[in-house]
């Protein structure tokens, strides 16, 4: 069974400061996703990451995948409040033409001015 | 394009009640899923589909049924709904011939009373 681990869970921060988010999953996979929601809404696609050392970058957020370690990081940069949100990454389990995913918990981002 | 159409956005049901959710995608997207997310969690997997005419369960099916006669439709069906079923659910489509992620409805909050 395929699981997915983020943390951590929540997360307090500073305006103008950098933080990661780490996502471990558990079997080989070849597809991961990042995802965001904002508070009461549904969720955006951010991130798909396809093969070993792919790295995806859109203005102040940059996820990259580590297959062999079984991880993905989100990095965030100069973090501004509006990327205050919960931020989920997501696994699709391999060899599989369903493409449907494993959710982990996701990390609750709060940026503090 | 409307992307991913659900309806209600929120309803309110009696223990023993049942009802039907509704999703509708105008992508011509083969794979269609549907999730449930409690409060601070991430999503739990109950039903998808690879093409109409074809469903399998995911990882959380008890109390629910599907169906998928077209390819643009899945509704989602609640029979004798538990204040367990009280959750947020979230209709999502998919295409593998592209390297995006889910495109989800904007949800249904629901509550068993």
């Known amino acids: 069974e395929l699981k997915v681990e983020q943390n951590p869970l929540f997360l307090s921060m500073q305006e103008g400061k950098n933080y990661t988010i780490y996502c471990n999953y558990s079997?080989?996979?070849?597809?991961l996703y990042w995802y965001r929601q904002d508070p009461g809404k549904s969720l955006e696609s951010l991130f798909v990451?396809?093969?070993?050392?792919a790295v995806k970058q859109e203005g102040r957020l940059m996820a990259s995948l580590d297959t062999k370690a079984r991880l993905s990081t989100l990095h965030i940069t100069a973090a501004v409040h509006d990327l205050s949100a919960t931020y989920f990454c997501?696994?699709?389990?391999?060899?599989?033409?369903?493409?449907?995913?494993?959710f982990g918990d996701g990390t609750t981002l709060t940026v503090k001015p | 394009n409307a992307g991913v159409t659900q309806t209600p956005k929120f309803r309110i049901l009696k223990i023993g009640q049942s009802m039907t959710l509704q999703c509708t995608q105008d992508?011509?997207?083969?794979?269609m899923y549907w999730y449930r997310q409690d409060p601070g969690m991430g999503l739990k997997l109950i039903y998808y589909?690879?093409?109409?005419?074809?469903?399998d369960k995911g990882e959380v099916p008890n109390g629910y049924n599907v169906s998928r006669s077209t390819t643009e439709d899945f509704p989602l069906r609640l029979e004798l709904a538990a204040p367990s079923q009280t959750s947020v659910y979230f209709c999502?489509?998919?295409?593998?011939?592209?390297?995006?992620?889910?495109?989800f409805g904007s949800g249904t909050r629901l509550t068993v009373v």
């Open positions: 589909s690879v093409g109409a005419g074809i469903t």
């Open positions: 079997t080989t996979s070849d597809r």
């Open positions: 999502a489509s998919k295409s593998l011939r592209t390297s995006y992620g889910y495109t």
């Open positions: 992508m011509n997207h083969n794979y």
């Open positions: 997501a696994v699709d389990p391999p060899n599989t033409n369903a493409g449907k995913s494993t």
């Open positions: 990451l396809l093969s070993n050392g």
